[in-house]
């Protein structure tokens, strides 16, 4: 689950093991009880500060997603997988909305914001990840055709 870390994103670490955390529950990837890799273990595996993973999931915990057993670990709490897929939605629906937003004001057409969702949806990329190169190609806007003036 956390191979997809990518240090090098511009979404910081300590944030991208949030939200992968929560699409986990979301996606029923982690149910409730399931036992988190120790602070150390992931600092270890990921190559980074374990204050990232310890604020990581201290604001999981703060959340209601995680609880701490001293000595035992970190879990997942019971009876949060409903409120989870529902904030997950929420905040997904919203940058979705802003990036139509967004798409519109720069003058792309639907069919153009179709294309890159739905090829988006059959590339199998990191969340954090560069931008793939399939979705590279459709960067290039098609040249306007000039008006015909009548002058």
């Known amino acids: 689950m956390f191979e997809n870390i990518d240090i090098h994103s511009s979404v910081p670490v300590y944030e991208q093991i949030e939200n ?4 986990g529950i979301a996606s029923a ?6 036992r988190l890799p120790t602070v150390r273990e992931l600092s270890e595996r990921l190559g980074v500060n374990p204050n990232t993973i310890a604020k990581s999931y201290r604001d999981l915990e703060v959340m209601g997603l995680l609880t701490a057993r001293r000595g035992m670990g970190v879990f997942v709490r019971r009876d949060i997988e409903e409120s989870c897929r529902e904030n997950c939605r929420r905040r997904i629906i919203s940058r979705l909305h802003e990036a139509v937003q967004e ?3 720069a003058g792309m057409l639907p069919k153009e914001v179709k294309e890159v969702v739905d090829k988006s949806f059959t590339l199998e990329s990191h969340v954090y990840g560069e931008l793939p190169e399939a979705l590279k190609g459709l960067i290039k806007t098609p040249t306007p055709k000039p008006s015909k003036s009548s002058s």
């Open 20 to 23: 992968h955390v929560q699409f």
């Open 103 to 105: 798409a519109k004001a």
């Open 29 to 34: 990837q982690l149910k409730p009880g399931d």
